[in-house]
C-alpha cells in the first residue's frame, strides 16, 4: 500500500496479551499504552492462547484489550461483514440466503455490562457467594455512538437497525428512546429497532434485510461475531476501534483462533 499510494510507514513493536504477560507479567504494560497515544493507528495482532486461562482473572490476555480500548477512549468498533461472491459457498448457510449480503455493526465499546460497577464476587450475609455485573449507560454514551451510527448508515444504505432488550431491561429502555429521538437529526435514515433474541435469529433467517446495526457492548460482542460467521470465517473479517479524536485500533477478527 506504501508503495502504491507514495506513503512511508514507520512502524513500532509493542507487547500486549499474553506475550506482555510473559515479558512483563502485565497485559498492558505503561510503556505499550504510551506509545499507542503516540501513534497514528494501531495495528493489533491476537492478544493471546489458551496459555493465560489460569491465570488470575485481572491478569488474562484479555485485560489488555479491555485496558487498550478505555485507554485510548475507543468507543465505537465497526464491524462489517460482507459476502464476496467468490467466497459465498464458504458461509454455512445456503447461496439464496447470504448471497448480496452486506452489514455493518456498529457496538459500543466502552460502557455496558464489561465495565459497568460494581462488580465481582461478594459474600452475602447468609455466607453464599454472589456474582454481580452492572450494565449501565449514560445519556452521553449512547448519544455519541448513536450518532456514529446514524452517519455510518448514511453513507452506506440509509437504514439503521438499533437492537436492544427494552421490554425487559430499565438501561435498553433510555438506549431505546435516545436512540429514537437522535433519529430527528438524521431523516435521511429509516430507523428501526429489534429485541437482542429476535435479532440474532433474523441474522440467520434473513441477513439481507441488514444495512446497519448499532447496539451495545454485550450484544454487540455476539453479534459481531454471528454477522461474521455468515461469511464462512471470523478470521476474514476486518474491525476498527475507534474514539472522538486519537489513534485508532485496527485488527483481523481472529480472535486467540
Known amino acids: 500500500i506504501g508503495q502504491q499510494m507514495d506513503l512511508a510507514f514507520e512502524f ?51 485485560k489488555g484489550l479491555l485496558g487498550l480500548r ?8 465497526l464491524r462489517p461483514a460482507t459476502i464476496l461472491p467468490q467466497l459465498v459457498d464458504a458461509s454455512s448457510l445456503k447461496r439464496e440466503v447470504v448471497e448480496g449480503v452486506d452489514i455493518m455493526v456498529v457496538r459500543e465499546l466502552t460502557g455496558g455490562i464489561y465495565f459497568g460497577e460494581p462488580k465481582g464476587v461478594f459474600e452475602t450475609e447468609t455466607g453464599q457467594k454472589r456474582g454481580v455485573n452492572t450494565m449501565a449507560y449514560t445519556v452521553e454514551e449512547i448519544d455519541r455512538i448513536g450518532k456514529v451510527a446514524f452517519e455510518t448508515a448514511q453513507k452506506r444504505r440509509g437504514q439503521l437497525c438499533s437492537v436492544d432488550k427494552a421490554n425487559v ?25 429489534l429485541y437482542v433474541d429476535n435479532a440474532a435469529m433474523q441474522l440467520i433467517r434473513w441477513p439481507r434485510q441488514f444495512d446497519t446495526i448499532v447496539t451495545g457492548n454485550l450484544f454487540g ?28 485500533v485496527y485488527e483481523p477478527v481472529h480472535g486467540s483462533a
Not at 510503556?31 to 489458551?50: F, Q, R, V
Request: with cysteine.
Open 12 to 62: 513500532q513493536e509493542a507487547l500486549i496479551g499474553g506475550a506482555a504477560i510473559d515479558e512483563t507479567g502485565s497485559p498492558l504494560p505503561d510503556e505499550t499504552l504510551k506509545a499507542c497515544k503516540g501513534s497514528d493507528a494501531i495495528l493489533l495482532a491476537a492478544i493471546g492462547g489458551y496459555k493465560g486461562d489460569n491465570l488470575p482473572r485481572h491478569q488474562r490476555p484479555e
Open 70 to 77: 478505555a485507554g485510548l477512549e475507543l468507543f465505537a468498533n
Open 169 to 193: 431491561l430499565e438501561v435498553s429502555q433510555l438506549w431505546r428512546d435516545l436512540i429514537t429521538a437522535l433519529a430527528a437529526d438524521y431523516p435521511d435514515v429509516e430507523l428501526s429497532h
Open 221 to 248: 460482542d455476539i453479534l459481531s461475531d454471528a454477522a461474521a460467521m455468515l461469511t464462512g470465517s471470523i478470521g476474514m473479517l476486518p474491525s476498527a476501534s475507534l474514539g472522538a479524536d486519537g489513534p485508532g
